[in-house]
């Protein structure tokens, strides 16, 4: 379907509809798993959005108007600046604590609700149901490859050591699927020890079940003082 210029109130009330309907399946997933921006937010957003550009179907008015005026209005500016306020929102959802980084998927489905609602208000009907689809069949069912995914992860390790040298925490740690990074040195609170810092990394899908393997494999030989995780997590 296409944008007619002059949209009657049951047109109003299908886009309306259907905005409402592709924000609650996508909402419910945000919600299901706890996150600030759920079920109520993202219907909120993509109904503004679909709102929006509604408002903007009505201003475009041809009436009075030659043939040619109509490929010089700028319709665009209206969603564009919907876009643009929706971004501040998205910004307000990515947190960082520390060195984990969440809400960056959040900040994402506020994104695609909004270029969905607008895809409705605008009466691009067959668009908005395709993405809504899509965002839904993303955040459903590819969930479960990207928890199987293996990536990237790091934490910090610091560990005692009565020696000045720096251990070969490789020797130990290398068969399990660690590489140690030595990060640095300073004097332990204990007279006559050292505080070695490394950077240890591995591949897995989740970041919290490799360090306790790391845990036990340190902790035969040597004094874990601490082990912080520094992978980005994204929700």
């Known amino acids: 379907m296409t944008m007619p210029l002059h949209p009657t ?7 309306l509809v259907l905005t409402l309907i592709a924000g609650a399946a996508i909402g419910l997933n ?5 996150h600030a921006a759920g079920f109520r937010t993202t219907i909120l ?6 709102i929006s550009m509604i408002q903007a179907n009505i201003l475009l008015s ?12 700028d319709i665009l500016r209206f969603p564009l600046g919907v876009l643009t306020g929706v971004g501040f929102i998205g910004g307000g959802a990515i947190l960082k604590r520390g060195n984990f980084v969440t809400g960056v998927t959040t900040a994402a489905t506020l994104w695609a609700i909004t270029a969905i609602g607008l895809c409705f208000g605008g009466g691009q009907l067959g668009v908005g149901i ?16 990207d928890l199987w995914m293996p990536r990237e992860q ?10 000045p040298s720096a251990p ?13 990074y030595f990060v640095g040195k300073r004097h332990a609170r204990e007279p006559g020890r050292q505080l070695f810092s490394f950077e240890i990394c591995w591949s897995s899908p989740d970041a919290t079940e490799k360090p306790r393997q790391l845990l036990q494999l340190l902790q035969v030989d040597y004094v874990v003082e601490s082990l912080e995780l520094i992978t980005e997590i994204a929700h």
Not at 45 to 50: E, K, Q, S
């Open 154 to 163: 790091r934490a910090v390790l610091a560990i005692l050591s009565p020696g």
């Open 30 to 34: 945000r919600e299901s798993r706890g």
């Open 62 to 73: 041809m009436e009075g108007k030659a043939p040619g005026m109509f490929a010089t209005m």
């Open 168 to 180: 070969d925490l490789n020797r130990t740690i290398a068969g399990a699927g660690f590489r140690a």
């Open 45 to 50: 957003v993509g109904l503004a959005a679909a």
């Open 9 to 15: 109130w049951p047109d109003i009330a299908t886009r």
């Open 130 to 145: 395709a993405g809504t689809v899509l965002a839904a069949f993303t955040l459903w069912a590819l969930k479960s490859v």
